[in-house]
């Protein structure tokens, strides 16, 4: 039974996905998508669950950290970029946003 | 019994979070605060889970927080606009390998013992489904990474029998994957998990193989799905359901994109993944729409001559752009140009650039109003009042063989009409084809000219004229 509930949601959710994004100008096609990349990035619920299981195994835990540190690049570095993006974008005539280009 | 029922009431809240979110990013006003409902909704996500009772130990768990906070910060701090392509691609195969290592470590739980799963074949599947996915979803998008950032050739990479080698490939890992799940002997377990894991990663690799520069952006949304697809099936191996949520809102919200994207250059996914389009240049179609004439270059006064007298400007921007990072100069120039009574759009392709909406990036970064971007359908029915088209490093989203010339290979994509302005300057870094080989023959109708040079260089030029004339 609790099968079939993992897919009834996992089928509701990409009913779901298709609604939200449907309509998006293509203006913020990047943003989306790299916001969208960083929820991506969710799996470290499983890796934390990987490493913080103490069950005397080195290889999980081994595991587990590499997934726990590459997800967390994931999550902090999309959330992040996708922020530093949408800072740009702005109306004709706004005042300009806080210098946050520390690159260019 | 009651931490569980917190802990998933949380995961409900993280998941409403990543919906809202996922939701206010589609619209310009909302999407700063969209994209930050959805971080909150991951830390919440993140907290929550550490007060899980199968988590104990929290050393390596706080090394792995740091580490992976501290990359990810340098990523997103010091990364140039420009580059942001390649750093998502980047950042999105991080996501696909930790989905196959949390796959691996889950196989390697069970393998120990530690972990008895309630339905030992259908956690052996997603378990095989996590570590395929995510391990082509990371070689994939490594090698994504290295064409956008030049490591590599952009050019498509062919070989003979690429397909078939491909799907031999896929077969075997499906054939793994069945002696993985089907077989009770451990060591063949072993054996086959080890093998399907590298396939996958190879896969990864040659799947991306084939598909040229210009088709980045179809090959960045269909990575991005992937590693949702990853984190979705991850999702089902702890039975997880924020996981299975946000792994799959993920997973089609790219492939929407990517439907968007081929929708925009009129061909099928298959044709974009499979054809190897632009490995080789193209012969010339000398079908009936050809266009016969010849390059007509203009320098940069003339064009200034061309502009100043100009009402309705439009500028076309592609990769050329971003290459040269000319939008500060572009943005200078529709400044002048404004101040000279006329007055300035910008229209994008969908697929200009190297993935999507790169191109509104780039010029947001140079503070370029976003009311002045328009899409290619808005622009198109009001193309023949536009007094002068300035292209900028695009080449086949202005292509009118696309529109005429049935011989042409990327006949029938939608492009921007920007030959039916009555001037069309093209700025270019020299003579020779673009990104997918195709001589472009909007470059040879009478109406156009060349300029040739850097893009920045050539546009300071006719900025520096606009300056004089006011300061005479």
Not at chain 2, 217 to 229: C, D, K, Q, T, Y
């Amino acid at each position: 039974m609790e099968l079939i509930l993992l897919f009834f949601i996992f089928t509701l959710a990409g009913f779901l996905g298709f609604e939200l994004i449907a309509k998006v100008p293509s203006q913020l096609h990047t943003p989306l998508m790299s916001g969208s990349n960083a929820i991506s990035g969710i799996t470290i619920v499983g890796a934390l669950v990987a490493a913080g299981a103490d069950d005397g195994s080195w290889i999980t835990t081994v595991l587990g950290t590499a997934a726990v540190t590459l997800a967390m690049i994931n999550v902090v570095g999309g959330y992040l970029v996708t922020d530093r993006m949408l800072g740009l974008f702005k109306k004709k005539g706004a005042a300009p946003a806080k210098k946050e280009d520390p690159a260019s | 019994m009651n931490r569980e029922i917190l802990i998933n009431s949380a995961y409900i809240v993280a998941s409403i979070l990543f919906i809202l979110g996922l939701k206010m990013l589609g619209r310009q006003t909302t999407a700063r605060k969209g994209n930050l409902l959805s971080g909150v909704g991951m830390l919440i996500a993140i907290v929550v889970t550490l007060l899980d009772r199968h988590v104990i130990n929290f050393t390596w768990i706080t090394v792995g927080l740091v580490a992976g906070t501290l990359i990810g910060l340098a990523c997103a701090r010091l990364v140039k606009m420009t580059a942001m392509p390649e750093m998502v691609a980047l950042l999105n195969g991080f996501g696909g390998l930790a989905s196959l290592i949390v796959g691996a470590a889950e196989f390697f739980r069970i393998r120990g013992g530690t972990v008895t799963p309630e339905h030992p074949a259908f956690t052996a599947t997603v378990i095989y489904l996590t570590v395929l996915i995510g391990g082509i979803t990371f070689t994939g998008s490594v090698y994504a990474f290295c064409k956008l950032a030049e490591w590599l050739s952009g050019r498509a990479v062919t070989f003979a029998g690429q397909n078939f080698v491909n799907g031999l490939m896929l077969l075997a890992t499906v054939a793994a994957g069945a002696a993985y799940v089907l077989s009770g002997d451990p060591q063949v377990a072993l054996l086959a998990f080890g093998g399907f894991t590298l396939l996958s990663l190879v896969l990864g690799w040659t799947l991306v193989m084939p598909i040229g520069g210009g088709d980045m952006p179809v090959v960045i949304a269909m990575l991005n799905s992937l590693s949702g697809l990853a984190a979705c099936a991850a999702g089902f191996i702890i039975s997880n359901n924020v996981l299975i949520v946000a792994g799959c809102l993920v997973g089609t919200s790219g492939v929407i994109l990517s439907a968007i994207m081929c929708k925009a250059m009129n061909r099928p996914l298959a044709n974009v993944l499979f054809s190897g389009f632009g490995a080789a240049p193209a012969a010339a179609g000398a079908g009936a729409g050809t266009v016969q004439g010849e390059l007509k270059p203009i320098s940069a006064e003339d064009c200034f001559g061309v502009l100043e007298a100009a009402r309705q400007v439009v500028f076309v921007p592609g990769y050329g752009m971003a290459v040269s990072q000319a939008q500060h100069v572009v943005r200078e120039l529709a400044e002048v140009l404004e101040r000279n009574g006329a007055e300035v759009r910008f229209a994008i392709h969908p697929v200009a650039g190297r993935m999507p909406g790169h191109m509104n990036v780039l010029l947001a970064e140079a503070d370029v109003p976003y009311e002045q971007l328009v899409e290619m359908d808005a622009i198109n029915p009001v193309m023949t009042t536009m007094d002068v088209a300035i292209v900028i490093g695009a080449n086949d989203v202005v292509n009118p063989a696309a529109a005429r010339d049935p011989a042409s290979p990327i006949y029938g994509m939608p492009i921007i009409n920007a030959y039916e302005a009555r001037t069309v300057i093209c700025l270019k870094r020299g003579k020779g084809t673009g990104f997918s080989g195709l001589e472009n023959q909007l470059f040879l109708l009478p109406n156009t000219r060349m300029l040739y040079g850097d893009a920045k260089a050539s546009l300071q030029g006719v900025v520096a004229g606009f300056k004089s004339l006011a300061e005479g």
